[in-house]
């Protein structure tokens, strides 16, 4: 072709498809970008979800159970429910269980009388409250736990009321059949 004065030179003919050398355009890589930018986090939700929802279950199903947990409430827990443990009691077990309407902590210890005189002390009541042949724990908060009160053993229990709420309102019942060495069981509630 042949160059003639002003007129400018001939623009190279851009194959069809784009300037991109020839190659046709990649739509299937866009449409893979965008379904991959929706389904990853689609899926992590799912998954998420369905673990969310099962973990929901073991802990249902263990509020249910009402597995007490081997050794000290934590001192959180020691404090917003009004409780200590008497230092060096054995057998040491608590539980947890909250709703919307009341929160309680379950508590059980094995301990000496005279370390449970000074706890009772400390929970603001003493031992000329406890009651003999008194179960303060009721058969439904005790199933909770699995606890089992029946007869044939030496109970003595207590309802110790602190005051106006929110202060909590312990349940104490004592298994009193080895004198020196009573098992004491304790249900504190808080309602708001």
Known sequence: MEHTGNQAPAAPEQPIGGG????PPRRWLKAVIVFLLIAIPAGYLYISALQSRGGGGDKEEQATDGQLEEGWPSRLQRRIYGMSVPYYATGVAHYEDNSWKSSSL?????TTPAKFDKWLKSVGTNASALKDGEITIDADEAAVVGWKFGSGHHWKGTVHKQGDRPRPELEITA?????KHPKVYVVSTTTP
């Open 175 to 179: 298994n009193m059949d080895d004198p």
């Open 20 to 23: 991109d050398g020839g190659r």
């Open 106 to 110: 379950y508590l059980q210890f094995t």
